[in-house]
């Protein structure tokens, strides 16, 4: 069964303006760990955010934040500000024990 | 330079030769992970090692692959008799403790 689940293959967003990247997942397990990553053409992985299931508060790190919502099982990403160097595949992941799973992505692409 | 680094970057061979890529982890980090990416696809896990015990080996992890990880460092991932469907990125990471995994710029394998 599909874990990470990514419904917007291909995104667009006007520079500085924000947006924002779905990601839901599936989980029976009450302690686990939400990412989100980078991508670029150049292939390397680029780590964002986390949010653990126990925290309280929203992660933000710099212009990214993880919009977490538990009994929803969402943790969408939102980028505020957009800049041409945000045009790239992110990738939301999920991770239970030692094992970390990753949805299909998303394609986000900045506008001038 | 204090990340994960992989080696080679790019790698092409002839179908049914053998390819063997090497990964080396943050130094800290206890656990190192492969995973493999096809164009389009999010990264799916093959293996992964807790210090130099390979403790989760994936079903896509055929019997023509094998990984290894000598003394709880580096690690190498040795596919025998490549095939076509072989081709893709071989992606590496490492992680400390549980809100962290960081990958290499990654393997990429063009199987002719």
């Known amino acids: 069964a599909q874990k990470i689940t990514q419904t917007q293959p291909g995104m667009f967003v006007q520079e500085k303006e924000a947006v924002t990247l779905d990601c839901t997942y599936d989980?029976?397990?009450?302690?686990?760990?939400l990412f989100w990553y980078k991508q670029p053409s150049s292939g390397e992985m680029i780590f964002l955010i986390y949010?653990?299931?126990?925290?309280?508060q929203n992660a933000t790190e710099g212009r990214y934040s993880l919009n977490f919502q538990k009994a929803r099982k969402s943790a969408n990403l939102v980028i505020s500000a957009s800049q041409l160097g945000d045009s790239a595949m992110y990738f939301c992941?999920?991770?239970?024990?030692?094992?970390?799973?990753f949805g299909a992505g998303t394609r986000l692409t900045v506008k001038p | 330079d204090t990340g994960v680094s992989q080696d080679p970057r790019h790698k092409i061979t002839k179908r049914g030769q053998n390819v063997t890529f090497r990964c080396d982890p943050i130094?800290?980090?206890?656990?190192l992970y492969w995973y493999r990416q096809t164009l389009g696809q999010g990264p799916e896990f093959l293996t992964y090692?807790?210090?130099?015990?390979?403790?989760?080996k994936s079903r896509l992890l055929s019997d023509r692959f094998s990984a290894e990880r000598p003394k709880g460092s580096f690690s190498t991932l040795e596919i025998q008799r490549t095939e076509q469907g072989d081709s893709a990125m071989y992606l590496c990471?490492?992680?400390?403790?549980?809100?962290?995994?960081?990958f290499g710029p990654g393997t990429r394998l063009t199987v002719l």
């Open positions: 949010q653990g299931s126990y925290d309280q």
């Open positions: 090692f807790q210090n130099e015990a390979q403790l989760e």
């Open positions: 130094s800290e980090h206890n656990r």
């Open positions: 989980t029976s397990d009450p302690s686990y760990g």
């Open positions: 990471a490492s992680r400390y403790t549980y809100n962290e995994q960081f």
């Open positions: 992941a999920m991770r239970e024990g030692d094992d970390m799973r």
